[in-house]
């Protein structure tokens, strides 16, 4: 069945930090691509997302690229703030088997001043 | 606009005791998901309905059932609890097409059974 790998965490980084989160799926069909954010204490929230092969999604400062050749879709940014701070859950969204959305495990980021 | 509610934010349960989680969206999604989130594992899917009137079992249904009252809310019940469902649990709900399949989060239910 389809499936998400993200790179097990807690990652921790000084402000100004490029970051890095991996992340690689496996489908059958073509889904879209999600990055997630989630606060202390509170809910997800979508980050980013993309449709179709070689898309490009932002916000915030945070990219993420839609690669089918290598199935990935790693989430970058490249000046990380306290702020940031944060549990990342990598996630794909597919029609095959019946609608649903698959998240990977996540990563927790801590961000030092 | 409320988005996604979820009901209560906090509960206690004995072992044996049943309860039920209510969610409900205002956004006229189609699809509607329960999941729990557990320390090192993430968010996993334990029942989503597609549409109205459908419900499919997800990753680890075991232990509760769902009901799809209507377009809008989407209820998790849990008929017998156990420790091991100590969770947080988190209702989302989406469109159902591909290119609009954002899912949009409830502030989730920490659930503690003793």
């Known amino acids: 069945g389809d499936s998400v790998t993200q790179m097990e965490g807690p990652v921790t980084l000084s402000e100004e930090a490029f970051l890095t989160i991996n992340c690689t799926y496996t489908a059958t069909g073509y889904p879209s691509l999600f990055w997630y954010v989630q606060y202390p204490g509170e809910g997800l929230q979508l980050l980013l997302k993309a449709t179709k092969a070689d898309d490009k999604g932002s916000n915030k400062g945070f990219e993420a690229t839609y690669r089918k050749e290598t199935t990935s879709f790693h989430l970058e940014k490249g000046s990380v703030q306290v702020s940031d701070s944060a549990v990342y859950f990598c996630?794909?969204?597919?029609?095959?088997?019946?609608?649903?959305?698959?998240f990977g495990a996540g990563t927790r980021l801590f961000v030092k001043a | 606009n409320a988005g996604v509610t979820q009901t209560p934010k906090f509960q206690v349960l004995k072992t044996g005791q049943s309860m039920t989680l209510q969610c409900a969206q205002d956004?006229?999604?189609?699809?509607m998901y329960w999941y729990r989130q557990d320390p090192g594992m993430g968010l996993r899917l334990i029942y989503y309905?597609?549409?109205?009137?459908?419900?499919d079992k997800g990753e680890v249904p075991n232990g509760y059932n769902v009901s799809r009252l209507n377009k809008r809310e989407f209820s998790l019940r849990l008929e017998s609890a156990a420790p091991s469902q100590t969770s947080v649990y988190f209702c989302?709900?989406?469109?159902?097409?591909?290119?609009?399949?954002?899912?949009?989060f409830g502030q989730g239910t920490r659930l503690t059974v003793v």
């Open positions: 989302a709900s989406s469109y159902l097409s591909t290119d609009q399949a954002e899912a949009f």
């Open positions: 996630a794909l969204s597919s029609n095959t088997g019946g609608f649903k959305t698959i």
């Open positions: 956004m006229n999604h189609n699809s």
């Open positions: 309905s597609a549409s109205e009137g459908t419900t």
